[in-house]
């Protein structure tokens, strides 16, 4: 089992950067397959990026393609998710989650959420 806590979120205006940092617990993480969701208000949870388990596979929405990039420190049992060129249409609740078994872009796959944290971006 592994626990998952976000951080980094906060407000900032468009065109800005922001890097969020998901943190892990237990020994295990290596071996995890990564992914980062985000949700808006009214709206359901979409997936944003992932990334497997040696950091060597990871692929990002088209709806963030080339502004969001996820990467990961295994010796720091933590996940990243660089955003650039932040939009407002971007504000959400972020996510990472964790699964076995392979990268994927479905909610239903991953066994293990963190509790998020909250980006703001202002126009």
């Known amino acids: 089992q592994v626990q998952l806590v976000e951080s980094g979120g906060g407000l900032v205006q468009a065109g800005d950067s922001l890097r969020l940092s998901c943190t892990a617990s237990?020994?295990?993480?290596?071996?995890?397959?990564m992914g980062w969701f985000r949700q808006a208000p009214g709206k359901e949870r979409e997936f944003v990026s992932t990334i497997n388990w040696h950091g060597g596979i990871r692929y990002s929405a088209d709806s963030v393609q080339g502004r969001f990039t996820s990467s990961r420190d295994n010796a720091k049992n933590t996940v990243y998710l660089q955003m650039i060129s932040l939009k407002p249409e971007d504000t959400a609740v972020y996510y990472c989650a964790a699964r076995s078994g392979g990268i994927s872009r479905y909610t239903y796959d991953y066994s293990y959420w963190g509790q998020g944290t909250q980006v703001t971006v202002s126009s």
């Open positions: 237990g020994r295990t993480f290596s071996s995890y397959d």
